[in-house]
């Protein structure tokens, strides 16, 4: 059965939740040409009906009018998608059709779910188990330094009244923020969202761990490197190592995921021939 035919919890006040995780792929640009956008539809179609949840393949293209109108009705589709800008829009859906997968509408991958009534955290839950697939398919574009890992954990949820309007107060977080939004429980329109940053030092991986991490990583022993700097900075409020080091007349300046440990860039420098890498 259809979600929007089924009753959820506290469905004579919230009709619908939908989550929706909006995913790009690091090896294409954002705003992508007609070619690209062929070709990114051949490479990744497979892949996400691989991921199951009984998934169909559907093009834009090869619908009429009224399918696609119905679509939007339905909120599986924007108008955006409808319009079928680079002509390689698609969609995958399911049969009860509270999964839906936009392709190359405003950007590379829309996921949607959705239930009926109140059912925020358990459509998060299930959506973010989705993604959580697509990440482990995909090369996903994302800020490694914020948020390495991409998990997000539901803090809390509040049904609340302000200024006569029907609001979501919503906290989450993953390692490293914590989100406060406040979301119009009508028109699902954000109202206000912040992010504090966790500052806590306890939780930084240990300096002499990072060194084996970077040595381990150059391939080199850490008796032939003559260590000049491993100190914590921090770029728009987040914490990495800078690490500086000589090796054999070469010169290493790593930074890394002060958490993780995870290596963000390394540059290295023969200072017998003056060439960088």
Not at 58 to 82: A, F, G, P, Q, Y
Not at 194 to 208: A, H, L, P, Q, W
Not at 249 to 268: E, F, L
Request: charged share 30%; net charge negative.
């Amino acid at each position: 059965m259809n979600w929007y035919l089924q009753s959820g919890k506290e469905s004579d006040v919230v009709f619908s939740t939908k989550i929706m995780y909006i995913r790009n792929f690091r090896n294409y640009r954002f705003n992508i040409t007609k070619e690209e956008a062929k070709k990114m539809e051949n490479e990744i179609k497979d892949k996400l009906l691989s991921l199951g949840y009984n998934l169909k393949l559907l093009r834009i293209n090869d619908m009429d009018d009224i399918t696609k109108s119905t679509l939007v009705e339905k909120d599986l589709i924007s108008k955006k998608c409808k319009e079928n800008k680079y002509g390689y829009n698609d969609i995958l859906v399911n049969d009860e059709e509270n999964i839906c997968i936009m392709i190359n509408e405003d950007d590379h991958i829309k996921l949607q779910v959705f239930s009926g009534g109140f059912e925020l955290e358990e459509t998060f839950n299930y959506a973010k188990e989705i993604d959580k697939k697509i990440e482990e398919t995909f090369d996903i574009a994302k800020n490694d330094v914020s948020n390495p890992s991409g998990n997000y954990t539901l803090s809390s949820i509040e049904y609340v009244k302000l200024n006569d309007e029907n609001i979501y107060n919503i906290v989450f977080n993953d390692d490293y923020n914590v989100y406060t939004y406040k979301v119009n429980s009508k028109t699902k329109e954000i109202i206000s969202g912040k992010r504090e940053i966790i500052n806590d030092n306890s939780r930084f991986i240990d300096k002499d761990e990072m060194l084996e991490i970077i040595y381990k990583h150059a391939n080199l022993n850490k008796y032939d490197c003559n260590l000049v700097v491993n100190d914590i900075k921090y770029e728009d409020g987040n914490p990495y190592y800078n690490t500086i080091f000589y090796s054999n007349g070469i010169k290493y300046q790593y930074k890394s995921n002060a958490y993780t440990g995870a290596i963000i860039s390394v540059i290295k420098i023969d200072e017998n021939n003056s060439n960088e890498s």
